[in-house]
């Protein structure tokens, strides 16, 4: 099926570690963002990408890596990760700038 | 001055009755207002969304109401039922600099509809 598909749904690692959150969506959309949802902070962008090799940072990208070599994926790395990180991600992707944006169905990530 | 202010933080109401979900920003460079519903376990999908140069905007039981001069939008869901239970998130989108399209949200309402 068409749509944006996040990959795991649920992970725990350990402080330290690397952890990588697939994002991968088929429908060519130029745009493609990450958030993070937290209680009482609602969703804020760590990264964002409006075309294949070019991505930006959002409101909170400290500790975070991103790529994205082809349109229609966009991982997010944790390269070490720390408890404060312990969040779910969202991806989202939309077609040009006007248009709607798109959400997977997150990824809750657990680090201990 | 990139802030979306969200209120309530959580609402209760009977079914039948009709919640109302208040927004607040300080941007006038916003340019475009969505609202967003997400269930437990989902992501945020959009709802109805409305442009500035608009007062109002009805998609079924679901109205927003814009007051560009106060610079402040409201969510009104009419006779509400149990299935709207969900978390409720306003946002105002950026047109400026590079950061055109990128979405300020609010940090949300959660809605329970009681039987």
């Known amino acids: 099926d068409a749509g944006i598909t996040q990959s795991p749904r649920y992970k725990i690692t350990e402080t330290g570690r690397q952890v990588t959150l697939m994002c991968h969506q088929t429908?060519?959309?130029?745009?493609m963002f990450w958030y993070r949802q937290d209680l009482g902070h609602g969703l804020r962008l760590i990264y964002y990408?409006?075309?294949?090799?070019?991505?930006d940072k959002g409101e909170v990208p400290d500790g975070y890596v991103v790529s994205r070599s082809k349109t229609e994926n966009f991982p997010l790395t944790l390269e070490s990760a720390t408890r404060s990180q312990t969040s779910v991600y969202f991806c989202?992707?939309?077609?040009?700038?006007?248009?709607?944006?798109?959400f997977g169905d997150g990824t809750r990530l657990s680090i201990l | 001055q990139q802030q979306v202010k969200q209120s309530p933080q959580s609402l209760i109401v009977q079914k039948g009755g009709i919640p109302i979900i208040n927004c607040a920003y300080e941007n006038t460079a916003f340019d475009y207002f969505p609202w967003y519903q997400q269930f437990p376990g989902k992501g945020p999908a959009l709802l109805i969304a409305?442009?500035?140069?608009?007062s109002e905007k009805k998609e079924g039981r679901f109205t927003i109401s814009f007051n560009k001069s106060a610079k402040q939008f409201s969510l009104h869901i009419m006779d509400s039922q149990p299935g709207d239970s969900a978390t409720y998130f306003c946002a105002a989108r950026m047109n400026y600099g590079g950061s055109q399209g990128n979405l300020i949200f609010g940090k949300g309402t959660k809605l329970s509809v009681k039987p």
């Open positions: 989202a992707s939309k077609d040009v700038s006007n248009q709607p944006q798109h």
């Open positions: 409305i442009r500035p140069d608009v």
């Open positions: 990408s409006a075309a294949a090799d070019i991505t």
């Open positions: 429908w060519s959309h130029s745009y």
